[in-house]
Structure formats: C-alpha cells, structure tokens
C-alpha cells in the first residue's frame, strides 16, 4: 500500500509540474494555427521526457547523487559552468512565465491587468517555497495540478474524429507559414523536455532518500506520470484545434486561448481555462524556483534542501528569494507572457545538447549506476530526439525572428 501512496503521488507530482505554462501555451498556439498537424511534437516530446525523468530517478535512487552533483563531479567544475549557465537563463525566463502565466489568470478573473499581480504572486510563491516543505509542494500543491484534466474531459465532449488524431501523428510540412509551424514545433519539444525537470526530479529523489528498491516505482511515476501529463497537453490541442481553429482564432495572447474551453462548457469554461492556468503555472513556478536554487547550491557545494529550515540552509533560500523576486519584474515592466513562453520554450532547446550528452554518459557509466546502465534503447532515443530539436531550432529560431 504505501508504494501505491507513493507511486500515486508521484504521479500527481509529475502532472503538475508538466503542465505549466509552456505546455498550455505551446499546445494552444499549435492547435488554433495548424490544427492537429503538431500532435507529432507533443508525442514526441512525451516519449523522450519520459525516458529522461526515469534515468533522472534510476541515477539518482542508485548513486544517491543528483543529476547537477555527479555531473560536476565526473566532468568538473569548469565544464559544468557550460549547462549551469544556460539553466540559469532558461530558468529565469521560464519562472517569469510562469509568474506570467498566474497574473493572466487573475486578470482573466478580474480583469485587472496582469502587471498589477507580478509581485503579489512573487510573494507567495516566495512564502510557500520560505514557510513550506518537499511534501507540501510536491504533493499537496500539484494535487490541485488535477484542475488541468479539464482539457481531456473537453476533448471527450467534443468528440474529435480519431483520423483526425491520427493525422497529426506524423510531421507533415503545411503549406504556407512554415518557419512558425517549425517554431511551435520546437517550442512545444522545449516546454516538454526542459532540463529543469531532470535537474528537479533527480535531486527529489535524494532528498526523499530513494534506493534501489525505488527503482519500480521511479519508472511508474516517470511513464504514467509524464505520460498522463503529455496527455493533458495533446488535450489542449485538441481542444484548441476543434474550437479555435475551424473560426480562424489564432491564439496571439492568452484572452483568446481562454476561448476554447466554452464551447464544451459554456461560461463556466472561461473560468476553468483561467483555473487551470493558474494553478498549472503556480505549480510549475515552485518547482523551476526549486530547480534553479538546487542547481546553484549542488554547483557551489552549499547545503541544501527544501525540507530543511531557512536558518539551515541559507543560502539555499537566499538564492530563491533573489532569483523569484527578480523573475517578477520581467512582468512588472509589462513584457507579454505568452510570446516570451513561446520564446523561452524554443531557446530551451538550445541548452539541451551541453545538459543532455553529459547526462548520457553518466546513465552509462558503470561507476555511477552500476548495473542499472542504459540500453541501447535509451541512448538511441535521447540521441536522436535531442539532435533532431536541435537542428530544427538552429532553422526555426532565425527563420521565425527574420520573418522567413
């Protein structure tokens, strides 16, 4: 029973930190543009995270070392600065969308404008991340993560044609406008496989002091959780496809995004679109708040520790008090959320190769994860999915910002 418990969390774990706002944006964006062309990006995507969650976890059960520590320690210190840079862009850009991501929601709520709500919500995030614990944030915040299934029980009431589901699953190149059907399809591979959920994942699960009698769970809550997730987000485009597209909305903010849940749902959709958003994102926040703050405490060999008090650790909370108040102020200053979600979430695929190759190397890497090493699967998998998001941002970034 308490593996059950314990896997089940997991689970809820894993959906609320997977749907923030990339993952609502990227997929609504896709849907209203090109319909369900890009359902190949979201599978592809969720095969690939699911992969490198689980050997976040099998790594970390089995050599008791985060993901950011053994990569320090078998590459060292100067190479680590590499990966550790680009996280610290991505994940300042990315917890300023997500702060982005709540403030729309109230604005939606209450139509005030979004700028008003940046540092109030910073507040709180800070309070929760200052006043709670891993237990709090992993489980009792990401419980409320559940509000996003909304877009699959949309999906099932507007009963979508499986050829039509079908006909996304392979990459098919529209007719016009294809240096932003390639730049959806980068950003929705970045919202899905953002190397904060590794970094985040892995120290977890030292923290919770994991073992190799975890590894069946760790793989259950990697596969079902990151797959359930995957498919909250396909949810969206369906919904995004079937609603908005058909009337030529193409989803340029979030006030039009919040549109595709009324047609299912009426008035009460409006208000489940902003819920949703709201607390996907307020999820997400606490954890790229956590993930950053480990990775800089595990580079600079702090303490650390969520589950640890202030007083404890701090430095730990040093840095997250810093790093949340200054994500604030990108929304403060009136910086539109969802162009710089669509922004950050391609130039995420960036970092990928210096956090990804390392990371393989590690999963093969008889020292760190003795008999747990990686099959030929695995390498294949990660390999080429990372290569191929990485040719298409090198084409799609330059070719969507000059206009091609």
């Known amino acids: ?198 970094y985040f994942y892995s120290s977890t699960v030292v923290e919770d002091q994991w073992d190799e009698k975890n590894i069946g769970a760790n793989r259950a809550v990697a596969s079902l959780g990151m797959g359930f997730g995957s498919t909250v987000s396909l949810g969206v485009l369906i919904v995004a496809a079937m609603v908005l597209h058909p009337k030529g909305i193409h ?29 996907g994102c307020f999820g997400a926040a606490l954890e790229a708040s956590l993930s950053f703050t480990y990775i800089v405490a595990q580079a600079l060999g702090w303490n650390w520790g969520e589950n640890l008090k202030p007083k404890e650790a701090a430095r730990f909370s040093f840095v997250y008090t810093v790093f949340v108040f200054l994500a604030s102020l990108l929304m403060v200053v009136g910086i539109d959320p969802l162009k710089l979600t669509l922004f950050t979430m391609a130039i995420t695929v960036l970092i990928l190769p210096p956090a990804i190759v390392p990371f393989v190397v590690l999963m093969n890497d008889q020292h760190y994860v003795g008999k747990y090493r990686n099959g030929w699967i695995s390498n294949s998998v990660i390999i080429f999915t990372i290569a191929l998001s990485f040719v298409l941002a090198i084409i799609a970034i330059p070719l969507e910002f000059l206009g091609g």
């Open 251 to 279: 989803v340029d903010n979030y006030l039009q995004a919040a549109l595709m849940l009324t047609q299912p749902f009426g008035y009460w959709g409006f208000v489940l679109f902003a819920a949703s958003l709201g607390i």
């Open 1 to 198: 029973m308490n593996k059950i418990l314990q896997i089940t969390l997991g689970i809820v774990t894993s959906i609320g930190g997977f749907l923030g706002a990339g993952a609502i944006a990227t997929a609504a964006e896709a849907g209203s543009v090109f319909g369900f062309q890009l359902i190949w990006a979201i599978l592809l995507g969720a095969i690939c995270v699911i992969f490198l969650v689980e050997m976040s976890g099998r790594m970390a059960a089995v050599s008791k070392h985060t993901l950011a520590s053994a990569i320090r320690e078998r590459f060292g210190f100067n190479y680590f600065v590499i990966p550790l840079c680009g996280e610290i862009v991505v994940d300042f850009l990315g917890l300023a969308v997500e702060i982005g991501g709540v403030c729309i929601a109230l604005q939606l709520l209450t139509g005030i404008s979004f700028q008003w709500f940046a540092l109030p919500v910073a507040m709180v995030i800070w309070l929760v991340l200052w006043k709670g614990n891993l237990g709090i944030i992993s489980n009792g915040v990401s419980l409320l993560g559940l509000i996003t299934l909304t877009f699959v029980f949309a999906t099932f009431k507007l009963h979508p044609e499986l050829t039509q589901i079908g006909s996304g699953l392979l990459p098919t190149l529209p007719h016009s406008n294809t240096a932003n059907y390639l730049y959806i399809a980068v950003s929705i591979v970045g919202a899905s496989i953002g190397p904060h959920l590794f």
